[in-house]
Structure formats: structure tokens, C-alpha cells
């Protein structure tokens, strides 16, 4: 593919700590949208982020989810002045199988984790500095109303199903479509999930 993984995160107590360029490749390929659903970020990769201004859908969308809702949080402690808090490497998921790959990758190779819908966690821990990040955007949504039966064997009807990328603004159509409310605070382009 032409694309390099490496990153300048360097060793851990004398030993090598970061997973090398074939480690980074293997992920890649394994990924359900190919190696493009693997992304290295750096303070670069979030010019595109400026771009979107106060734009809540481009900034969930752009940056391979480097983008925060409040541009100063990609800075630690949400300071202007402080240093760069983002994610190491993203991963678009689109299916569970890539959620699995990503955590047992993260888990291979000891590296944190953060997980990230829409970028509404402005203490910044949806995009942890030097993490992998698991991207959610592109996650399977359903937006369907049925009826659900738990673990227990317990049925309860009109259960909303929303998947892990969704947003609120997909939710409350369907819901008000059926005849029903929702009761849930925040914007529409927040996290439902």
C-alpha cells in the first residue's frame, strides 16, 4: 500500500513497547474496509478539523475522528497553550470483527484505548494522547423499534435499537415515527450509544 506506520513513541524501559511497521500492516489488512480504516495521526491531521469550524457533523465526520467539538481540546486540559492530545492511530470500525481486532491488538501490545462516536467529551477522554483510538462513525446503525428479550428471558416491547456509531439525531425520527418519546438531554449530533 505505500503507507508507513511508524510512529515516534519510542521505547518503554529498554524494551520496544510500540508495535513495529509489519504489527501496524497486519492490523491494517485485517480491518473490514482494508488497510484505508487505519490511520497514523499527528498534529497535521487535524487541519481538516479547522476547517469545520463549529460545524458538529463535519467535525464528527472529518479527521478519522481526530476532530474535537471544541477545537481547543486537542490540547491537554483543553489549554491552547498545552501539548497535543490525540491518538496515536485510528481505526474506522465498521463491524464488530473490527471493535474485536482493534482491542485485541491494543491488548497485544499494552497500548491504551479510547473509543469515539461524535467527539462530545470535552475533558478529552474520547481521544486519549498516544491511544488507539476506535473511531465509531462508520459503525453498523439500526434505528429500529421492537421488541427485545434480555438475557433472563424477560420481553419488553417498543425497545428502541440504536448501534454504537449512532447519534441522537438518527434516533428520535424513529422513535417519533412509532408514536413515542425519548426522554435524553444534549444536541442532536450527540453520542446515542
Excluded at 15 to 32: F, G, M, Q
Excluded at 65 to 75: E, I, L, P, S, V
Aim: contains cysteine.
Amino acid at each position: 500500500t505505500g503507507r508507513s506506520w511508524t510512529s515516534t513513541v519510542g521505547t518503554c524501559s529498554g524494551r520496544s513497547c510500540w508495535p513495529s511497521n509489519a504489527d501496524w500492516k497486519r492490523l491494517a489488512e485485517s480491518l473490514s474496509q482494508g488497510p484505508s480504516a487505519l490511520t497514523a495521526l499527528a498534529e497535521e491531521s487535524y487541519d481538516v478539523c479547522y476547517e469545520q469550524y463549529t460545524n458538529a457533523i463535519g467535525l464528527m465526520q472529518e479527521g478519522h475522528g481526530a476532530c474535537m467539538q471544541d477545537n481547543h481540546c486537542k490540547f491537554e486540559a483543553c489549554a491552547g497553550d498545552g501539548l497535543v492530545n490525540l491518538p496515536a492511530y485510528s481505526v474506522a470500525a465498521a463491524t464488530v470483527a473490527d471493535v474485536q481486532a482493534a482491542l485485541e491488538f491494543a491488548s497485544t501490545h499494552d497500548l491504551s484505548v479510547s473509543v469515539k462516536t461524535s467527539g462530545h467529551s470535552y475533558a478529552g477522554s474520547s481521544a486519549m494522547k498516544g491511544s488507539l483510538l476506535i473511531w465509531m462513525a462508520e459503525f453498523e446503525k439500526f434505528g429500529t423499534i421492537a421488541t427485545h428479550t434480555d438475557s433472563c428471558g424477560t420481553a419488553t416491547e417498543q425497545v428502541l435499537k440504536v448501534g454504537g456509531g449512532q447519534v441522537w439525531g438518527e434516533a428520535y425520527p424513529v422513535v417519533g415515527d412509532a408514536g413515542r418519546d425519548i426522554a435524553r438531554g444534549g444536541g442532536l449530533t450527540g453520542a446515542a450509544a
